[in-house]
């Protein structure tokens, strides 16, 4: 087990912004009916993504019901919806009984509010579930502090996927310079040769390729070195308006735009991660779908995403949750997942399935697993990540919808970051 004193904790000061949101929409997924006040004790209540509702998980809780006559009552949200429903269940006290976790930081945040259980002595009794020994260290540190372990890695995954159609890209580029040329080279008629997000999570593999911190608590800095942050945003800024192959986003909560341009073959290009595999296969088979390693700015990064599972301290029967997680993180359930819409996984033994290695597709996730930049728990420990996360949403939204001038944004996101802590 990893543990990490304050001095320690506050030296990873390597940021990122919330990368978990950086799931995408499930077409067609029915809206969340909201809670009832009062819960039945026999009602099971899951917070969910909207995008990870594979037929694999809703097996394991159809079994999982079955097994303790239990009426499942599985909630999908949109990640800021999902945010916004489990701060209000807290302040009323009436929790669901078990949540995806938007990121690894947010586990750790909610925990040191005393929102959600430390998982420690549960894993500890539960030798067979092999959690931490059988998950990648990388997917565990980032949801710890002080010893204790908030919640449990669902998904690990990078951002900074380059998803191409082979039809209109002929090699995948692997530096900005190439990456800008093919996506020229592409843009025509109806076709932009790449597609950007509205979500602030998307840039952070660019600014990750040029070395940037997103924050560095100690400090109380944010966005450094302020020439590279510049030069990252600038060239996202500049695909937009002054090179002209990416439309401009549309500030939504559905982060599958780029996805959907894609899979209607209305881009060639986007950046993403392993959770659009699924969707551009099942909506359009036919497509020819490259997915190559991130791109070289400076040097070659992603940035480190992926969901987890976490027990809210007031739920029912915390025993019970648990049981589900060791249920859902299964290496027969993850590899149902994996199969199911190209997810890839937390666990060690998953990695080396053959089932995995033999993927062209997993190979390239792998390999990127390996150029992850470090998650920033300083600043999920500080408990203003959410704050700080709404600033950097607003900045990142002026530059790339509105074409605010980068620099005095940039600058101005400083300041406000800064005064947050």
Known sequence: MYSFDRRSFLRLGLGVTVLGAVGAAEAGCSPAKPASKKQDSRTFTIYWNAGHGYKAYQEVLDQFGKDHDLQINWQKFQWPDLTTKLTADFRSGNVPDLVEEVSAGTGTQYGLAGHVLALDDFASADKEFGFPGDYLDQAVVARQYEGKTYSVPLHLTANGLLFYNKAMIQTPPTTW??????????????????????????????????????????????MQPGDAALKALQF????????????????????????????????????????????????????????????????????????????????????????????????????????????????????????VTADPNMAVIAKSLAVVAKQDIALSASGKAAQINELWKKAYQQMIIQHAPVGPTLDDFRKQAGAAL
């Open 236 to 355: 996202l800024q500049d695909l937009v308006y002054a090179d002209k192959v990416s439309p401009a986003p549309v500030a939504t909560t559905d982060y599958s735009g780029p996805q959907k341009l894609f899979s209607a073959q209305r881009a060639a290009m986007f950046v993403s991660g392993p959770w659009d595999i699924g969707p551009i296969r099942q909506g359009s088979p036919d497509l020819e779908l490259g997915v190559a390693v991130p791109l070289t700015g400076a040097v070659q990064s992603a940035a480190m995403a992926g969901s987890g599972l976490m027990i809210p301290a007031k739920a029912k029967d915390p025993k019970l949750s648990w049981e589900l997680i060791t249920r859902l993180g299964a290496v027969k359930t993850e590899l149902a997942a994996t199969k199911e819409a190209g997810m890839s996984m937390p666990r060690k033994s998953w990695a080396s399935d053959p089932s």
């Open 177 to 222: 310079d190439e990456f800008l040329e093919a996506a020229k080279g592409a843009t025509k008629d109806k076709v932009s040769g790449c597609s950007l997000n509205s979500d602030p999570s998307y840039a952070a593999p660019y600014y990750n390729q040029q070395k940037v911190d997103f924050s560095d608590v100690a400090a109380k800095q944010f």
